[in-house]
């Protein structure tokens, strides 16, 4: 069983507004856990789920965009609203990274 998560879109390449002040990378802080490919548990070379802490504290999930496949079966509580997506995180990732997360 996977992690779900609701997620902002990520466009690569996309121009940055002129009120963001990151360059390159340097909005990703570091790595919450191995990488992917650490110990083989990638399913191939191209699949490579990760979390990454964000210089804001946030966490961006590199994950599979299941947004059309469990939208309909989202529980009455759960929205997604446009710009979201539902990110299937495989759970292997998440465990792995436990000790990783910061506590606060």
Sequence with gaps: MGLLAVAQPVTLNAPRPANDTCIGESMFKRRIGPPPHEG???AGANSCPDIWELESGDFAIIGIDKTVEFTPHLPAS???DPGERIV??????LVKARENIPDI
């Design 88 to 93: 299937v995180l495989p759970r292997h990732v």
């Design 40 to 42: 083989n548990d990638s």
């Design 78 to 80: 759960a929205f997604v």
